[in-house]
């Protein structure tokens, strides 16, 4: 059994019904990419997957680690080692990187059953995590997000997916609002967690965060259901030829 399976997914947004009959399965030590045009369905999937509130799930299921979490809180789902990164990271001022990540590391301590992280283990832990990503020490005293760049906020995100260690992390458009150098500045720390005990969900519309990081599977999503599965050549394949080539052939099967 898969740590997170996706079994026949139906999800409505505002009553629309925008994801239709979505499998999808991700382990610890995979690689995946999730892939399609805009609207496709992309980020609904991940929303979801978080327990997004503004997302019904109509039928099908979730499935983490064995456990039925469709109907979970978003807390409990990260509690448990679900971790998404999202597209437009939120500000919050007030609240200090340091202390957002010592608060999290604890509610995970928590939900286990154990006591709160010492400080000079956590401090450890947080030096150790910010030297393999690049990441200043006066990065993490700033409040959160407030008047990060695009890049920063994205490291940030890695950094917190580091301190956390979740089981399945999903990566919403990871890649959106880079420039080459933050692009392979973020692609480089999540190749430095790669490894057992991590598995992952990239989205994006491009291959090009792929040829930074190399995906184990490639899924292609179109108007709401995965239509096309692989490996790593298919993502080349669409860098080559576009969507049109996966409209034509799913034209009949996928109504728009």
Known sequence: ?????????????????????????????EVH????????????????????????ITDGKIVFQGQDITEAETDERARAGLFMAFQYPSAIPGVSVVNFLRTAI????????????????FRK??????????????FTRRYLNEGFSGGEKKRCEILQMAILKPVVAVLDETD?????????TVANAVNAMRGPELGALIITHYQRILGYIAPD???IMLNGRVVEEGG?????????????WVREKHAEEVPA
């Open 106 to 121: 604890n509610a995970q301590h928590k939900a286990r059953g154990e006591d709160p992280i010492n400080l000079k283990d």
């Open 217 to 219: 599977f490639v899924h």
């Open 1 to 29: 059994m898969a740590d997170l399976e996706i079994q026949n997914l139906h999800v409505n947004v505002e009553g629309k019904e925008i994801l239709r009959c979505v499998d999808l399965a991700v382990s610890r030590g």
């Open 232 to 244: 790593a050549e298919l993502a080349s394949q669409l860098e080559q030829k576009g969507y049109d």
């Open 125 to 138: 832990l947080l030096e150790g995590q910010m030297q393999l990503l690049g990441v200043h020490r006066e």
């Open 176 to 184: 959106s609002g880079l420039d080459i150098d933050a692009l392979r």
């Open 33 to 56: 990419a999730l892939m399609g045009p805009n609207g496709s369905g992309k980020s609904t999937l991940a929303n979801t997957i978080m327990g997004h509130p503004s997302y019904e």
